[in-house]
T-cell receptor, first 114, second 114 residues
Framework: DAGVTQSPTHLIKTRGQQVTLRCSPK?????VSWYQQALGQGPQFIFQ???????QRGNFPDRFSGHQFPNYSSELNVNALLLGDSALYLC?????????????FGPGTRLLVL | AQTVTQSQPEMSVQEAETVTLSCTYD???????LFWYKQPPSRQMILVIR??????QNATENRFSVNFQKAAKSFSLKISDSQLGDAAMYFC???????????FGKGTRLHILP
C-alpha cells in the first residue's frame, strides 16, 4: 500500500518563475492538504482540497493556487516566486471526515528560489 | 487565534533513558485534538501519538506517552527507553474539531547520545 508520494524531491527556481509541485494521496484517501515548512519552523497550512475544490485556505497570497484531479491527486502552483518561498512543501492526505483517519504526510518537495 | 508553543528548541538524552518534551497551546475551544509528530532527517512527518481533548485518559503508544493537562493547556510527550532512531525533530500540533488545518509548534530537536 503506497503512502503519500510527492514529486519532485528537489527543485531550484529563480525569482519571478512559476513552479508546480505534485502529490499523490495514500490509497483510499480523498482529501489533500498542503503545508509550507520554512527552515527551522513548523509547517504552516496553505490549503486543503476535497472533491476537486478548495475547502479551506491558510494565510497565503493568491500566488499560491492548487488543483485536485478526479483521481484525488493534487498540484500546488506558486507564481511569481520570491526568495521567501524557499521551503519544504509537504502534502498530507486523509479521508473526510478526516477525524476517522490521521493526516498522512509525504516526504516533501524542497524548493530553493535563487 | 490558536497557537502552539514548544519552549525547548533542542534536547539531548542518553540512550535507554527517559525524556520529556514540553508543549503548551492556546485555544478558547473545548473540542480539539492534539498530536505529536516526528520528522527525522528524511523529512517525512510521522504521527507519533494523538490525544482527543474530550478524553481524560492520557494516550500511550508503546514507548511514547503524553501528559495532557487540559486546564493548564499543556501537552507533554514522554519517550521511555530512548533509542537512536528516536533522534528527530518533534512537533506538537493542534487541530480544532471540524477544522481542516493543523497548527504546528516550532519543534524540538531531540538528540540521542549513545
Amino acid at each position: 500500500d503506497a503512502g503519500v508520494t510527492q514529486s519532485p524531491t528537489h527543485l531550484i527556481k529563480t525569482r519571478g518563475q512559476q513552479v508546480t509541485l505534485r502529490c499523490s494521496p495514500k490509497s483510499g484517501h480523498d482529501t489533500v492538504s498542503w503545508y509550507q515548512q520554512a527552515l527551522g519552523q513548523g509547517p504552516q497550512f496553505i490549503f486543503q482540497y476535497y472533491e476537486e475544490e478548495e475547502r479551506q485556505r491558510g494565510n497565503f497570497p493568491d500566488r499560491f493556487s492548487g488543483h485536485q484531479f478526479p483521481n484525488y491527486s493534487s498540484e500546488l502552483n506558486v507564481n511569481a516566486l520570491l526568495l521567501g518561498d524557499s521551503a519544504l512543501y509537504l502534502c498530507a492526505s486523509s479521508r473526510l471526515p478526516w477525524l476517522e483517519e490521521t493526516q498522512y504526510f509525504g516526504p516533501g518537495t524542497r524548493l530553493l528560489v535563487l | 487565534a490558536q497557537t502552539v508553543t514548544q519552549s525547548q528548541p533542542e534536547m539531548s538524552v542518553q540512550e535507554a533513558e527517559t525524556v520529556t518534551l514540553s508543549c503548551t497551546y492556546d485555544t478558547s475551544e473545548s473540542d480539539y485534538y492534539l498530536f505529536w509528530y516526528k520528522q527525522p532527517p528524511s523529512r517525512q512527518m510521522i504521527l507519533v501519538i494523538r490525544q482527543e481533548a474530550y478524553k481524560q485518559q492520557n494516550a500511550t503508544e508503546n514507548r511514547f506517552s503524553v501528559n495532557f493537562q487540559k486546564a493548564a493547556k499543556s501537552f507533554s510527550l514522554k519517550i521511555s527507553d530512548s533509542q537512536l532512531g528516536d533522534a528527530a525533530m518533534y512537533f506538537c500540533a493542534y487541530l480544532m474539531n471540524r477544522d481542516d488545518k493543523i497548527i504546528f509548534g516550532k519543534g524540538t530537536r531531540l538528540h540521542i547520545l549513545p
